[in-house]
């Protein structure tokens, strides 16, 4: 049996809203999309950019295969479709306030729109459309126009390669970690807390050649006593 509102579709697209909803989703559940994962899903189901975000903001509004079927396109359940020129003063308010270094509040960007929307004998779009233009922006569109494209590859962007070392303690990392392990006291045995250890980690190797052990969160002291136990020889 169909969901409800596919009853309508060809099998041919309803086919394809179930292999769209394969991929869009796991993506519809993330609180951000870094740009390789928005560019594989766009080149897996044959789509651009800008169509992969209106289909998953349309899934995350209505999960079901209603809102991936072909030429579904457009309004998301409950918004209004705007005039035009509503809709071009939105995209200028966007581009020429909200996409900037200042980072205006929403509240700001309405004000601006509701002045040159007076001055342009418009009607004033709603706080609701406002909001549903801004939610359409690719996040990592937003923060290279407020912080640089530097910023946005920072935070979108997978790192790529690896640790690679030739010899022995050529190359040595640390990380930290919480023990899965409760200290108590040694008079009365009441539960202290977990400990945390610091492991110097050598990538050639994968030994650890020192560790620092203490009940304080990570710092760069527990990083130099990690160290000074990884170069002194340990005694028998």
């Not at 999309?33 to 950019?49: H, P, S, W």
């Not at 349309?58 to 030429?71: I, K, T, V």
Request: net charge positive; glycine share 6%; proline share 6%.
């Amino acid at each position: 049996m169909r969901e409800a509102g596919t009853d309508g579709a060809s099998d041919a697209a309803f086919s394809e809203a179930h292999r769209r909803e394969l991929v869009i989703r796991p993506l519809a559940a993330k609180v951000t999309i870094n740009a390789q994962t928005a560019a594989n899903a766009a080149a897996t189901l044959g789509l651009g950019r800008s169509r992969l975000f209106e289909l998953i903001r349309a899934y995350r509004a209505s999960p079901e295969l209603a809102s991936l079927l072909p030429g579904k396109r457009g309004r998301v359940r409950g918004e209004r479709r705007l005039l035009s020129e509503q809709e071009d003063l939105i995209r200028r308010a966007l581009r020429e306030v909200y996409l900037t270094a200042e980072k205006p509040s929403v509240a700001s960007l309405r004000r601006w729109l509701r002045h040159e929307c007076l001055k342009a004998g418009v009607p004033i779009p709603s706080v609701k459309a406002l909001r549903a233009r801004i939610a359409a922006l690719p996040p990592e569109d937003i923060i290279a126009a407020r912080e640089g494209t530097k910023a946005a590859a920072d935070r979108f962007r997978p790192v790529r390669g690896r640790l690679e070392a030739g010899y022995a303690l050529e190359l040595v990392q640390s990380d930290h970690t919480l023990v899965d392990v409760i200290a108590v006291d040694d008079v009365y045995r009441r539960p202290i807390g977990r400990p945390w250890i610091t492991l110097m980690i050598d990538i050639a190797s994968r030994t650890v050649p020192g560790f620092h052990l203490t009940m304080l969160h990570p710092s760069a002291v527990s990083v130099g006593m990690a160290m000074r136990h990884a170069v002194l020889p340990k005694d028998p």
